[in-house]
Structure formats: C-alpha cells, structure tokens
C-alpha cells in the first residue's frame, strides 16, 4: 500500500464510524450538532450510503491505481471542510459542526502530504 493509501484505507474507518452512528444512532448524532428532524429516515439512508463509501475508501487505498481518486478526495474532502466554516459563519450551521469535517480537512491533508512522498519516492524513467 502506498502512503496516500493508506491515508485513504484508513479514513474508511472514520467513514464508517460516521455511518454507523447515522445509521443506529440518528437523534443523537444530529443532537450532537444542534439539529433535530422528525424523520430520521433521510439520515439513515445517508448512514448506509457512507457505510457504502467506507467499503469504496478501503478497495480504493490498497489499490495504487487508484492515484487520480486519491487526488480528487483531497479537493472534496477539504471543501467539506470550508463549506462547513462558511455555513457556520453565515449562522446556518453550529459550531460544533466544524468539529466533524475537520477530520476531513485533516484528512486531506494527510493525503495530499502521502501523495507529495510517494511522488518523491518513485524512480525518475
């Protein structure tokens, strides 16, 4: 495995914590982040689908053919990141929300750094 994916193998496990707590546990991983619904059917459907993505996270971080998605993970993982700051700042999301997505960010750039060192590590042709 390279480093970039490992990065990616290892954040499915993030992925499915987040998925698992959706999927079971809707009240109280929204209450967490100040929101309240009365259907937490869309928010277990969304568990799945991540729970879904973590098993996409894990093929594709043991496969290094998978560079280019490591690559597009960096920039989606990170405007996660800066779309929730914004929401934040414009008063439509909690604070704590940021909390989440900086394991995101923090992700990416894990990522992004993998990617420069396997750069690095290859021989020039």
């Given at each position: 495995m390279t480093r970039a994916g490992a990065?990616?193998?290892y954040f499915g496990f993030?992925?499915?914590?987040?998925?698992?707590s959706l999927l079971c546990f809707p009240g109280f991983s929204l209450g967490v982040a100040g929101i309240t619904l009365n259907d937490y059917l869309?928010?277990?459907?969304?568990?799945?689908?991540?729970l879904y993505l973590a098993v996409y996270y894990f093929v594709a971080g043991r496969s290094p053919g998978f560079r280019p998605?490591?690559?597009a993970t960096v920039f989606t993982r990170s405007s996660a990141l800066?779309?929730?700051i914004i929401a934040v700042l414009l008063g439509v999301a909690e604070p704590i929300?940021?909390?989440f997505v900086l394991v995101d960010g923090l992700g990416a750039l894990w990522t992004?750094?993998?990617l420069r060192a396997d750069g690095?590590?290859?021989?020039?042709?």
């Open positions: 990065s990616i193998f993030w992925v499915v914590i987040c998925g698992v869309p928010v277990r459907i969304f568990g799945m689908v991540l998605l490591y690559l800066l779309f929730v929300v940021i909390g992004a750094l993998a690095k590590a290859r021989p020039i042709p």
